[in-house]
């Protein structure tokens, strides 16, 4: 039971242009999230993340809209670099729990 | 800072292999993590430690899996004896348990291929 989806396993964007990448959640519960990024060969790493109490975050390039009502968030890369080339993971949790579910990822090509 | 330190960094070895995989956690962070991840279901949690205290090992897939922290600095996730499914991208994550929620520090994985 996959309770963080990620249903679309790449994407390609053209550089210059908007990334969009998209998750869905089942679990209620969750009231924090947040968006990792892997490169090849390294560990993800931390992008942004949303509190349930907001339903948009900002930083620089990288913007997390969440739609509770939908459970659905996405990371918007406005305008996308070829250095975003990675796969990105998104993740969910509740504040006071321990347990971050991931979702498969995507990975995101952006053409130079 | 190194940040989390895996080793080894890659590993091949045959079916019915015990295998062991070493974590370091960056100094000061409570809380550790192992995960696995595989294409279809991406980053799984196998085990979860607070304080050196295992918390949740429900994510371990079967008893061939065991993990050990005998102190902050040190973890292992040992695989006896291997099967060849149990291929795949090890990660370890450390964290502060009162930092943001969700918030971990990844190593760079070891790469397990069992033959």
């Known amino acids: 039971d996959q309770q963080v989806k990620q249903n679309s396993p790449s994407l390609s964007v053209q550089e210059g242009r908007i990334s969009i990448l998209n998750c869905d959640y089942t679990n209620s519960m969750f009231d924090y999230f947040l968006w990792y990024k892997k490169y090849p060969a390294e560990g993800p790493t931390f992008l942004i993340s949303i509190s349930s109490i907001k339903d948009k975050n900002e930083d620089g390039r990288f913007t997390v809209f969440l739609n509770k009502s939908a459970k659905h968030l996405s990371l918007h890369i406005v305008p996308s670099q070829p250095g975003d080339s990675a796969v990105y993971f998104c993740?969910?949790?509740?504040?006071?729990?321990?347990?971050?579910?991931f979702g498969a990822g995507t990975r995101l090509f952006v053409k130079a | 800072d190194a940040g989390v330190i895996q080793s080894p960094r890659h590993e091949v070895t045959e079916m019915g292999q015990e295998v062991t995989l070493r974590c370091k956690p960056i100094s000061g962070h409570n809380s550790l993590f192992w995960y696995r991840q595989t294409m279809m279901r991406g980053l799984e949690l196998l085990i979860y430690f607070n304080n050196n205290v295992p918390i949740d090992d429900s994510g371990m897939p079967e008893d061939r899996f065991s993990a050990k922290m005998p102190n902050a600095s040190f973890s292992t996730l040992k695989i006896q004896p291997s099967e060849p499914r149990d291929s795949a991208v090890y990660f370890c994550?450390?964290?502060?348990?009162?930092?943001?929620?969700?918030?971990?520090?990844f190593g760079a994985g070891t790469r397990l291929s069992v033959l």
């Open positions: 994550a450390s964290s502060l348990e009162s930092g943001l929620p969700g918030i971990q520090y």
């Open positions: 993740a969910a949790t509740h504040t006071g729990g321990f347990k971050t579910i």
